[in-house]
Each structure stands twice: as C-alpha cells, then as structure tokens.
C-alpha cells in the first residue's frame, strides 16, 4: 500500500509538461499546476494565437494569465524531496529527424504519436492522454502526426480550415464563407473528403483492375516466352532427327550406288579379261601355226615339201569378232548423271523450303494492324485455299483443284494415311495459317460447318473427339438453313439474323482473333473469337448430309463499308 500511496503523490506534484516534480510551481486559473518556465515557454509559443490554453486540459484564456508562484505548492514539493520522493523516470521517446516532435514537452525532443486537428498540436503518449480521458476533448480529431498543422488554420481569421469550395477549389473558414466566399457552392471539408474518397477509391479501382489485366498480359507472355521456347527445343530436336535421318538415307543411298558401280566395274571387268584371255590363247595359236608354215617354206626338197603340205590343218574360224570397238561406258555415265539430277532435285527442295521458312519467319513477326472497316481492306489479307487429300473422311469427294469438297452416297477409295479423318465428314486445308489470313466459304445444302482447327486436332472419335467446334483445338461456325450457331469445346452459342450462303473468315492468329461475317451485298459480322492461338491453324470444313458441299473460293471486291 505504501508503494501505491508514493505513486499518486508522484502523479500529482509533477508537471504535465516537463514530467518531472515541480519547480517554481505555479497554479492556472483552470486549477491545474505546471513549471512556471515550462508553462511560460508553452504560452510565448501560443502568443501568436492571441488565445492561450491549459495544455491539460485545454481550456483557453483570454487575455494571458498573469503567473504568480504558489507558495504552498513549493513547500509541498520541497518537503516531499526531503522525504526522499523522487519524480518516475520519464518513459521519452526522442523525436528524430524526420519525427514529429511533442508540442508540449520542453525542448521538442519527445516524439510525438498524434497530432490534433481542433487544438492544431501534436502529443506524445503522456500528453495526448487528457483526449482519452476528457468527454470533451474526446471529440477532438486526432491524425497522425503532422508537421504542417498551421496549414488547417485560415491565415486571415485564425480559424480551422474546415469548409471547402468547391466553386474555388479551395480550403477556407467559417468567416471566410460568409465573406469573400459567400454564395459559393461550399460543403463541410468532411463531405468534400468523402466524395474525393469515393472518386479515390473508384480511380484505385480501375488503376488496379489494370494492374490485373497487365499482370495477365504479363502472364501470357512469360508463357508464350515458355511456348517459344519449348516449340523451337522441340523444333530443334525434330530438325536434328529429320536432318540426321536424311543424312542416313543419304550415305545409304552412296554406298548402295557404289556397291552398285563396283558390281557393274567388278563385272564389265570380268567380260574384257575373259575376251582378252581367248585372244591370247588365239594369238598364241595363230603364232604356232605361223612357226610350222615359215620352217616348211625353208624345206629345199620339193618332193618333202609337196609330201609336208597338205598334212597341215586349214585355219579354223575365229569365235571372236574380227574387230574388237571399246564399248562407251553408258552405265556409269547414266549414274553420274542420275545421281548429278538427284543433287539438283534436292538443292532445289532445300532452296524452296528455306524460303518457306524465312516467309514463315516473317509473317510471325509482322505487327498487328488494325480491323479493315471495307471489304477491299479485307481483301488485302486475302489467301487461297486448297484441300488436303490426305485429311479427306472418305465419304467426301474433292473438285475445282481441291477447293471443293462434297459429301458423296458411296465411300471413296482412298488410300490410308495417319492424317486423314476416320469419323466425321470433315477435311483439313494444306496451308498452315500464321499472321493475317482471309478466305471465303460458299455452302449448300442442309449443314455445312466452317472451321480452323490446330493440325494436332484428333483425326478418330466422334463428336467431342474430333469433330470441328467440340474440342478445344477446334472453332467451328455451323451453317444451316435454320441460321448461324458458333461452337468451341462443345461450347455452343445461339446466333441472330439471317443466312448467307457465303461465309467470309477473317483470322489474325497473332492478336488471337477470329472473325465470321456474312458476305453478300455487304459484309456483316456474325461472330468474332478473342483468344489466344498456341499452334498454327488450318482452315476446314465439316460436311453433313450427302451431297451437301463447301467450296473455297475467290473474294470479289465489292468496295463497301463494313
């Protein structure tokens, strides 16, 4: 209990403001007790107010108190000192540079935790506790602490700064309102703060809902970076295999015409040489014969000579031809030139699919134009389609140079091939579609559907498998006498308006759209796709019932607006 009775005598002989025991203590007309040096200082601060305050519990004065030292105050201080009462050590937490610092500790060195809008002062924790616990002081509005509090206060009437004009953006007082100010629209600065706060927050909202869509874009490109990167890897590994494979077929292809010119050379050899020996071997005959005639033409006895001669054989025929020619070498000269040709093929080949590269290479990087508003703009990007045969179902027959496909009564006999669909109806086109492509459908019949679809679409299944606008590597716009309907992954979307029996289709497949319009008199849009395309595209057709076709045809100008 003695402990507690030091502490409120503590509490009581200590100054608000210094915190220490007081010195020279003296008693203002509120009833509270301060430092006589530390109140004086507190008021010469306040002098420019003209209106001087009890820093406790704010209640102001006018004129300026006279201060007298209270004399009975002092001897209670002095006679607690002997007793050994000592002031509780401050608990200061010192204002920094870039702090606020307590308007009513001495020295500005306490740090300040609030600043007071209506007393335009900043407290520390001791001093800002009167606005706890005063009813009064509790309606005060207290901020963070804040340097510029002078700039609250009219500079011509000394007065808070709490109305706001509107019609000259700017701050003013109550005087001020009904001076200069009046018949200005002016509203209190609290509803004046609560609109600019609704605006504020309906500015973050769009600053932030385009952080997101920004994030998202970023998003998309980091994986578009990530898809570059693994189609070139994967592109890279399928050239090496492809090259490589080639190189092999090639070495082959050299060892077996070699294996093939040796045989021939190891063969031709052979005929000569066995010529050859028969003419040595006739030769060496010959040169006998020769020998028996010359020793009987030296024979001197006549009778001997005429008895020798007919006992020697008659010349036989020679099996070999009396003449022998150097047969040209035909057969080599036919490979060199075959294998010279094969050379000229291939560098040929190689020649034309580098350049299809290099223009492939150069479509992908080709900025983004804006969308034709005429058919002549359209008709810039204009590209011609062919079908192909290889991805034909076997139900459709192709015409007009494989731009028109038609759903046959009878099978057709097609040979089989990995790409060709098995299911449906339905046909691939032999280009592959980057950048800005437009091509137009003319259809008949009872369901045609006009579609792009990824090469990597599935050829076998039905419906969500492979037909064009059930899965997810397909977009399909269904054509019927009943109207238009659009479809992605088994996604269908009802369209409005009429029918037209040609179709055009507008593809920008880097800003991943994709346009259906109505093309007659005029073109009319019927449906656009925004997306975003991983793969080349193919243009296709599914045909429905038999004799229904689709035709891939020429865009004629028309010239009119959109």
Known sequence: MAQQGVHVDRETFSCFICLDLLKDPVTIPCGHSYCMNCIKSFWDGEDQKRIHSCPQCRKTFKPRPIQEKSTVLAALVEQLKKTGLQAAPADHRYAGPEDVACDICPGGEVKAIESCLFCLMSFCEKHLQPHYDSNTLKEHKLVEPNKNLQKNVCSRHNQLLEIFCRTDQKFICYLCSVDEHKGHDTVSAAAERTERQRELEERRGNIQQRIQDREKDVKLLQQEVEAINHSADKTVEDSKEIFTELIRLLRKRSSEVKQQIR????????????????????????????????????????????????????????????????????????????????????????????????????????????????????????????????????????????????????????????????????????????????????????????????????????????????????????????????????????????????????????????????????MTLIHRVQTRFTEPLHAGVYVGEVWDSAQFCKPRSISSPL
């Open 263 to 522: 045989s021939q050379q190891e063969t031709e050899v052979i005929r000569v040489k066995d010529v050859e020996k028969k003419l040595q071997q006739e030769i060496t005959e010959l040169k006998r014969k020769d020998a028996e005639l010359e020793q009987l033409s030296h024979t001197e006895d006549h009778n001997q000579f005429l008895l020798n001669y007919p006992s020697l054989p008659a010349l036989s025929e020679s099996t070999l031809s009396s003449s022998i020619s150097i047969r040209p070498l035909r057969h080599f000269e036919d490979v060199a030139a075959a294998v010279s040709h094969l050379r000229d093929i291939m560098m040929d080949i190689l020649r034309d699919s580098w350049t299809n590269i290099s223009l492939m290479d150069t479509e992908d990087d080709l900025i983004t134009e804006p969308e034709p508003i005429t058919r002549d703009g359209f008709l810039k990007y204009s590209y011609e389609i062919t079908l192909d045969p290889n991805t034909a179902n076997t139900q459709l027959g192709l015409s007009e140079g494989n731009r028109k496909t038609t759903l046959m009564d009878q099978l057709q006999s097609l040979s089989s091939h990995p790409d060709r669909f098995t299911d449906e109806p339905q046909v691939l086109s032999s280009q592959r579609l980057t950048g800005r492509r437009y091509w137009e459908v003319d259809w008949s019949g009872k369901l045609v559907r006009v579609a792009v679809a990824y090469k990597s679409t599935s050829r076998a299944g039905r419906w969500n498998k492979s037909l064009f606008g059930s899965n997810n590597k397909s977009w399909a716009l269904i054509c019927s006498q009943k109207g238009f309907q659009f479809s992605h992954n088994d996604i269908w979307e009802s369209i409005s308006g009429p029918v037209s029996s040609r179709v055009g289709v507008d593809l920008d497949h880097k800003a991943g759209t994709l346009s259906f319009y109505r093309v007659s008199e005029s």
